[in-house]
């Protein structure tokens, strides 16, 4: 890395190679919250100058109400071969209605879907090894139609990173620079890896 703002656009275009590849390594970050709790989630969209980025989840899964209690969330995302990994961290929320869960909703295909079809929300008790979802839907693709009833399962979370961290080891010893947002927008500096 050349600059700062250099920097700032290559974790941005990491991101976003991430929102659009499945098989990036990116895809699928950690994301933590204040209860100390971690989980991977997959990345679904992310904001201009890293503005916010975009996850969806069950409304019944304990991190959701996690969230709304702390108001707040951390993303830790690593790509092995570039040696490149982000720490962000900022405020959080969850939208369940609004036009940001609507239109994630409406886009969202039937396959995604199935999963807020399930009958007991992430973390509750089963009886047996295995999904919760209705035993006609484990072996098929619900319609269109079918998948409305998981609306009401389904909720972005949107965290909107204050912190940067950016760092790449190599054989030289690395780099890394640290930003945080201010009212200019991203400001930052070089760090010691
Ligand atoms: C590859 C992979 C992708 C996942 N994607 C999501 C996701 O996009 N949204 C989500 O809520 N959980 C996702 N999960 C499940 C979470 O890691 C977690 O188990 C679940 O959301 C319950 O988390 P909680 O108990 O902290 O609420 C994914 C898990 C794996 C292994």
């Known amino acids: 890395m050349d600059s700062l703002e250099q920097t700032i656009a290559d974790a941005q275009a990491r991101l976003e190679a991430a929102v659009a590849d499945r098989t990036a390594a ?5 994301v933590g919250t204040p209860d100390g ?3 991977i989630m997959v ?22 109400m996690t969230v709304a209690t702390h108001g707040r ?6 790509d092995p071969v570039a040696r490149v990994q982000l720490r962000l961290s900022g405020p959080a929320r969850i ?20 999963c807020y079809l399930a009958e007991a929300g ?7 090894p295995g999904s919760a979802l209705p035993a006609d839907l484990l ?16 909720a972005v979370l949107l965290v909107e990173p204050e ?16 930003f945080v947002r201010g009212p200019q927008g991203w400001e930052g500096g070089w760090t010691a890896p």
């Not at 969209?45 to 069950?58: E, I, K, M, Q, Y």
């Not at 992430?122 to 047996?128: E, I, Y």
């Not at 912190?163 to 640290?178: C, N, Q, Y």
């Open 26 to 30: 990116m895809h699928a970050p950690v």
């Open 37 to 39: 709790e971690m989980r």
């Open 43 to 64: 990345l679904r969209a992310v904001g201009p100058a890293l503005s916010a980025l975009r996850f969806h989840t069950d409304a019944r899964s304990p991190k959701v």
């Open 73 to 78: 969330a951390s993303v830790l995302a690593y």
């Open 95 to 114: 939208e369940q209605a609004g036009p940001t869960a609507d239109a994630a909703w409406d886009k969202a295909a039937a396959f995604s879907r199935r």
């Open 122 to 128: 992430p973390g509750a008790p089963l009886d047996a």
């Open 139 to 154: 072996a098929r693709r619900p319609t269109l139609a079918e998948t409305e009833a998981g609306r009401a399962a389904f």
């Open 163 to 178: 912190t940067l961290d950016w760092l790449r080891l190599d054989a030289h010893g690395g780099v890394r620079a640290r």
